[in-house]
């Protein structure tokens, strides 16, 4: 894919001249935009991920805390459970969450947790409002104090897909055995879904730090990851397609390799959750402290316009994002008691987004 420098919202600490970049030609605008932000929640321990709960509420992780609290409308929080095996630290601890796609029926919640040896995936059922016993559905995925990955999402299919790092060590993302800097798909309870790309977990390879993932209305998974010292990343996601970390990063034109959709400089991204609302792929940015908006086309040889970015320092380290089910609304988390953030009063907060 091709790139079109536009004009950067804010440049990096350590360059002048820095552009986000997108597939050219891209015209179309989201049909949404974001008013102002309120309160929904305060005084959180870094919630890392949430999903909304049928009848209104959300349930969120808190990373450090290895808590999972439920987030009424009108802002009460209470605790429902703990993940035990968690081990937070570094980048690790109780990261993302899921919901079981039979939920209403059969409620049972996922959770992705860095323990002491390993990232892992458990399930615990949710009943009478408080969550039971995790049963560990996929171990061994590698952990180091950064590159955990973590987002976890249901897709269209009603497979679980699962964001991994690279571990602090790059050739695991080219290897395809390897769980480390992949996207893995999953059945339900763990299993390898019979039409996976090489016979295992792996659905996408070539990843350094993914935790952002979301899809369209056709059912097209975008995956939003971290890069190094510049190049962050939304890719289109294919099965078996190879995203070139550690060999490239961005867009280079490579043709062994999938170029990135959009490309960012960390100081202006760090890009963690990602949702599709209003016409626009939402991405939560960490080190730019800002909600970012990239508009989709629907043209799947040109999927994105002009990335617009929202708020930028207003609130500190953004982590997530998710739209509210039957609304015009998002709800975005920060992350500034992290150890990288700057916490003000209220912090860890959660916002409520008006889409217009």
């Keep these: 894919m091709g790139v079109l420098a536009l004009l950067a919202a804010c440049a990096p600490d350590d360059a002048s001249d820095s552009e986000p970049t997108t597939g050219d030609g891209a015209s179309q605008e989201g049909d949404a935009a974001p008013g102002s932000p309120s309160d929904v929640a305060t005084d959180l321990a870094v919630p890392w991920d949430f999903e909304f709960l049928p009848g209104g509420g959300a349930l969120a992780t808190e990373r450090d805390s290895a808590r999972i609290v439920r987030v009424d409308p009108e802002g009460e929080v209470s605790e429902v459970g ?34 002491d040896t390993d990232n892992r995936i458990v399930r615990m059922p949710f009943e009478d409002g408080e969550l039971g016993e995790p049963e560990v559905i996929i171990e061994g995925i590698p952990s180091s104090v950064a590159h955990d990955g973590g987002r976890i999402a249901f897709g269209p299919d009603d497979m679980l897909y699962v964001g991994t790092g690279d571990a602090q060590q790059g050739d695991r993302a080219q ?20 039409d996976n790309p090489f016979g295992n977990e792996v ?49 280079p034109g490579n043709e062994d390799y999938r170029d990135a959709a959009v490309v960012w400089q960390p100081a202006e991204a760090s890009p963690s959750g990602a949702a599709i609302a209003g016409g626009s792929l939402w991405v939560a940015a960490l080190r ?26 207003e609130y500190g380290r953004l982590r997530h994002v998710e739209a509210v089910p039957d609304s015009d609304e998002l709800w975005v988390s920060t992350s500034n008691r992290d150890g990288r953030g700057q916490p003000g009063s209220g912090d860890d907060r959660i916002l409520s987004v008006p889409l217009q």
């Excluded at 395809?176 to 339900?188: C, F, M, N, V, W």
């Excluded at 996601?237 to 070139?244: A, Q, S």
């Excluded at 994105?304 to 970015?309: L, Y």
Aim: aromatic letters at 10%; charged letters at 20%; glycine letters at 18%.
């Design 175 to 194: 290897d395809t055995d390897s769980l480390a800097g992949k996207i893995l798909r999953l059945t339900p309870d763990g299993g390898v879904p019979d």
């Design 82 to 115: 703990t993940v035990d095996a968690a081990a937070p630290g570094g980048e690790g601890g109780l990261l993302g969450l899921a919901l079981g796609p039979d939920f209403e029926s059969d409620p049972h919640v996922y959770a992705y947790a860095t323990t």
């Design 288 to 313: 730019g402290e800002r909600l970012w908006q990239v508009p989709l086309t629907g043209d799947a040889d040109d999927p994105v316009g002009d990335p617009v970015d929202h708020w930028a320092g």
């Design 203 to 251: 659905y996408s390879y070539g990843h350094r730090n993914v935790q952002g993932l979301a899809w369209d209305s056709d059912g097209q998974l975008f995956g939003v990851e971290f890069g190094a010292d510049a190049d962050d990343e939304v890719n289109v996601i294919e099965p078996g397609g190879n995203y070139g970390w550690p060999e490239v990063t961005g867009a």
